[in-house]
Every structure is written in C-alpha cells, then in structure tokens.
C-alpha cells in the first residue's frame, strides 16, 4: 500500500507563495488595467492633468500603461509628432512588451504620423507592425494609405484588396480603394467598391465624398473629357 504523500512546511509554504504570486500579479494587472482606463478618459477631461499624472504614474513604476495614456495625451494637447514618436518607442520595447500590443503601438503611431503629414514616418511605423502581424487589417490599411500619399497607387490597391479578400465587408477597405482606382482610371471598379462601402457604412461622410469625385470622374468620362492620366488630381 502507498503511502500518502505529505508536504513538508518548507514545500507547503512555497506552494502558497507560488499561489499567492500569481494572485499578486493578476490583481496587479487588474489595477494597472484599470489606472489605465482611467488616465485615457481623463484625457478627454482635462489632457493636462491627464499627462502630469501619467507621468507620476510612469515614475512610479506604471510601465506600458502610462507611457501610453502620456503619448495619447500628447495628442490631445495638439502634438501629434511627439505622441507618435512614444508610440514608436513603445513598439520599439521587443524585450518587455508583449507582441500584440507592440503592433497596436506602431498602429497608433502610423496614424498619428499621418495625421501630421509625416509620410515616410507613417510608413516606417505601419511597416514595423506589419513584421509583427502581416495579416493585421488596420495596418495594412495604414500602410495603403501612405501609398496613395507617395503617389503609389498600384501598391495602394494590392494592400486593400489582400485587407478584402479576407475581410469582404471592411467599409474602410473598400472606401480607400475605390479613391485609389478612380486615381488609377479604374473608374468602373472604383464604383463598385464605393457603393459597396456605403451599403456598409451609410453615414459615412468620407464615403459619400468619395462617390461624388467618383460620380463626377464618371460623368466627365461619358462626354469624353476625361483621360485615364487625369483621374489623378
């Protein structure tokens, strides 16, 4: 007959330490989480006191979290340079952070430089997330909008269509690469996608934009006044 296995006081207590570690640390994300949240809805408060106490937080040990919510308030506060570069430096963090939230750091930070006109700067951004996730949706999109920026529309439609063939119904897809083909001339194409995307997303200011320079490209090509080469503005 075996005999029961019985814990000695040394392995009894490290067991319970072990237990009580884990409990330590999911509380401790718990707060962190929630200090987080916290710090970004204050921004649309008070985006001051928003980045002072994020900056306190981050002195005193807030990490990921508060480096955030102060590159989110940078933005606020109107410099959309400085926030962008943080958030480059948070996607930047290989050793401490884990890859999900890096590509949505280098996301945030692609959208920020283009906000700001910064192209090459938004590229590099959405390029360093794309490495992390090739198939994420958002950063294709983001990258595909630096093309059409850069005049690249053919490389503009290939990340929109690989974003669609994945996800048929993504409103935003569709939208930036109906402007991308009516640049190129594909006038009839470029219908389709931007009808689809209002279907989709029907209070869509940018959308209904889109469809009247479509309309319009349309319109002229009819009475023969317009050229492939002149779709582009």
Request: aromatic letters at 8%; glycine letters at 6%; one cysteine or more.
């Amino acid at each position: 007959m075996k005999r029961p296995i019985l814990l000695t006081g040394f392995t009894s207590l490290a067991m319970i330490f072990a237990f009580s570690g884990h409990a330590l640390a999911d509380d401790r994300t718990t707060e962190f989480d929630e200090k987080h949240k916290s710090c970004l809805e204050q921004i649309a408060d008070d985006a001051d006191l928003a980045y002072e106490e994020a900056m306190i937080w981050r002195g005193d040990g807030g990490g990921r979290r508060a480096r955030h919510c102060e590159a989110m308030a940078l933005f606020a506060l109107g410099h959309k340079e400085q926030a962008a570069y943080r958030l480059d430096q948070l996607g930047d963090m290989r050793e401490s952070i884990a890859p999900e939230h890096r590509k949505n750091y280098y996301l945030e930070a692609a959208n920020f430089w283009l906000m700001a006109n910064e192209v090459n700067q938004a590229y590099d951004s959405a390029t360093a997330g794309l490495e992390i996730d090739e198939g994420d949706s958002d950063l294709r999109i983001a990258r595909a909008r630096v093309y059409a920026l850069l005049d690249r529309y053919q490389d503009s439609e290939t990340d929109l269509t690989s974003v669609l063939n994945f996800d048929s119904k993504n409103a935003a897809a569709l939208r930036y690469r109906a402007d991308t083909r009516r640049r190129l001339g594909k006038l009839d194409d470029a219908k389709t996608d931007i009808e689809t995307s209002l279907r989709i997303d029907p209070n869509s200011v940018e959308t209904a934009l889109i469809r009247g320079q479509i309309n319009e490209a349309l319109r002229l090509r009819a009475m023969g006044k317009l050229t492939t080469e002149e779709t582009a503005e």
